[in-house]
């Protein structure tokens, strides 16, 4: 069964780690239409990944994603 990159890393983090992830917006620029966001998935206080994209939700997948090649969970 297929699951998002966020999903994923939330099991993983928590069956490893005993550490729910939680995801910070780090910056975001561009007009109203065309917002850009870059968001942080953290364990704790360790900053594991960043993504980037145009909506947060989407950010916060490419930086759960990235975070799961980081660990080496994916």
Same mark, same amino acid.
């Given at each position: 069964m297929?699951?998002?990159p966020k999903s994923l890393f939330q099991? /993983? %983090?928590?069956?490893? %780690?005993e550490i729910t992830p939680t995801y910070k917006v780090l910056e975001e620029w561009g007009p109203d239409h065309e917002k850009q966001f870059r968001v942080g +998935?953290?364990?704790g206080e360790e900053l +594991?990944?960043?993504g980037e994209?145009? %909506?947060k939700q989407l950010a916060e997948l490419e930086a759960a994603k990235l975070a799961? /090649? +980081?660990k080496k969970w994916g």
């Open positions: 297929f699951k998002d099991e /993983r %983090s928590q069956e490893i %780690s +998935v953290y364990l +594991v990944a960043e994209g145009p %909506s799961l /090649r +980081v």
